[in-house]
Structure formats: structure tokens, C-alpha cells
């Protein structure tokens, strides 16, 4: 069983649709999550960072995590063609240099 | 955010040469440095921790004597792919972590080098 799980994809919807991107995990040691956005041939661009368990929200942006249910989410709402991506969740345990574990990445694509 | 670059964008070499590429952190200071390695349409890999001012740190299956490390200073980390070979055709992509007081460290990704070796 991989350490981080998530669905490849691909995830197709229309301009406008709310998105839901989930990643479970198996390491409860994880304490801080990330959910990072890679264009085709571009290296990965951070969108959200939680600390342990709780929402946060930036834009039309929501990541949420669940440390109880080993569980997180990114929702990313008013979809527009330019987030055509793929999102890449990500999780480290406490440490200033702790290595980061990836899903595998949900390619995403919003159509017009 | 942070910046990292990486240098080259891309390279075509031929089988039996070396490569290096080197990462950058433009606006901090980074004591460690992740490479990792992405095949199309799979997720990173993480190949090695660069760590400066000592030994490099190997993920395990990856050979130290091909991907040879150095961690010249706090800004620049390089990755020399020996005796590539066409199999080590790939996207490699280095990030850093900020560091100090901030207890979130966010890890920061260089924009990727594609390796192409016929």
C-alpha cells in the first residue's frame, strides 16, 4: 500500500463547475499538507499549505484536511480553463527539511 | 513565494556523456535541496537529499555513482548524470526548503530540466 493515495484521473469538467480533489494517507505522523499544481513540462507550484488538521482558503481555493480520517481535500471553486493542470497532494512530518511524500498527481481539465 | 531556478531548461546529449544541471535558490538560503525525477504523466520521484557542506543522501534503487551531488553552497546544488544513457531520459526537477523561524518550511520547486539522451 502506497504511503499517499490519490486518484490519477483524468478529471473533466465544465468551465465553472466546482472541482474536488482528494489524496488519503496511511502515515499519521504527516503534519503538514500541501497541495501543488503542475503545468505540463513546468515544475510544481505550491497553491495551499495546512498545518495539521482544519480548512484553509485563498481565492477560489479551499483545502481541507482531516488528520482523523487521514484525509484531505482541495476544492477549487468558479473552475476555469487555465486550472487545466495536474494537482499534486503532498505531506511531510515535522522537521525543517523532512522530505515531502507525493500522490500521484489528478490530472485535471475544465472545458469551455 | 520563494524562487528556485534551474539551469539548463532542457538538454539533448548522446549516450556515454555527462550532464550537470544546477539548481538555484535566488532569494534564500538552503542548507538542503530535494532532486527528483518525473517520468510523463507520473508523479516525482524523489532521487536524493543534497545536503551542504556534507554527503549527498540517496533514496534507495538510486545510484549514487551515476547521480553524482554537490552542494556547493547555500544557493546552488548540482546534479551530474554520468555515462547517461537513453533510459535516463526524463524531467528532473530539484526544489528547496525555506528555513528559520516559520514553522511551515514550504518547499519550493525549480522550473525542471528535460534530459533528452539519444
Known amino acids: 500500500q502506497k504511503e499517499v493515495e490519490q486518484d490519477p484521473g483524468p478529471l473533466s469538467v465544465p468551465e465553472g463547475a466546482i472541482v474536488s480533489l482528494n489524496c488519503t494517507y496511511s502515515n499519521s505522523a504527516f503534519q503538514y499538507f500541501m497541495w501543488y499544481r503542475q503545468y505540463s513540462r513546468k515544475g510544481p507550484e505550491l497553491l495551499m499549505y495546512t498545518y495539521s488538521s482544519g480548512n484553509k482558503e485563498d481565492g477560489r481555493f479551499t483545502a481541507q484536511v482531516d488528520k482523523s480520517s487521514k484525509y484531505i481535500s482541495l476544492f477549487i471553486r468558479d473552475s476555469q480553463p487555465s486550472d487545466s493542470a495536474t494537482y499534486l497532494c503532498a505531506m511531510k512530518v515535522t522537521g525543517t527539511a523532512s522530505k515531502l511524500t507525493f500522490g500521484t498527481g489528478t490530472r485535471l481539465q475544465v472545458t469551455l | 513565494g520563494a524562487v528556485v531556478s534551474q539551469h539548463p531548461s532542457w538538454v539533448i546529449c548522446k549516450s556515454g556523456t555527462s550532464v550537470k544541471i544546477e539548481c538555484r535558490s535566488l532569494?534564500?538560503?538552503?542548507?538542503?535541496m530535494f532532486w527528483y525525477r518525473q517520468f510523463p504523466k507520473q508523479s516525482l520521484m524523489l532521487m536524493a537529499t543534497s545536503n551542504e557542506g556534507s554527503k549527498a543522501t540517496y533514496e534507495q534503487g538510486v545510484e549514487k555513482d551515476k547521480f553524482l551531488i554537490n552542494h556547493a553552497s547555500l544557493t546552488l546544488s548540482t546534479l551530474t548524470v554520468t555515462s547517461a544513457h537513453p533510459e535516463d531520459s526524463s524531467f528532473y526537477i530539484c526544489?528547496?526548503?525555506?528555513?528559520?523561524?516559520?514553522?511551515?518550511?514550504?518547499?519550493?520547486f525549480g522550473p525542471g530540466t528535460r534530459l533528452t539522451v539519444l
Open positions: 532569494d534564500f538560503q538552503a542548507t538542503t
Open positions: 526544489s528547496a526548503p525555506t528555513t528559520g523561524t516559520s514553522a511551515q518550511n514550504e518547499q519550493f
